[in-house]
């Protein structure tokens, strides 16, 4: 899954922003899932271990966040220059 995460990523770089979008939606979707898992973990076996309550559970939940915010950042410049180059 990683390569091909990772192939994705290289073929948005200079792709559409539809390329972009698919680059952050399938990684974020897995460390949604993940950030689900380490919230089971925590309530059904009280496994409050660094390893599944600590940095990788808020990278988890943060970095889709970031994704999503960047991908919506580039959005709305690709749609400001689209508007100022029609006029």
């Not at 792709?15 to 698919?22: F, H, V």
């Not at 994704?67 to 400001?80: D, E, H, N, W």
């Amino acid at each position: 899954a990683s390569l091909g995460y990772a192939v994705v990523g290289f073929l948005a770089f200079r792709g559409s922003l539809g390329m972009r979008a698919a680059a952050v939606v399938g990684p974020a979707m897995f460390q949604l899932g993940a950030a689900g898992g380490h919230i089971y973990q925590m309530i059904t076996a009280h496994n409050f271990a660094p390893g599944n309550a600590g940095v990788m559970f808020y990278s988890d939940i943060l970095l889709p966040i970031i994704g999503f915010v960047l991908l919506g950042m580039q959005s709305r410049c690709q749609k400001a220059a689209n508007t100022a180059h029609e006029l």
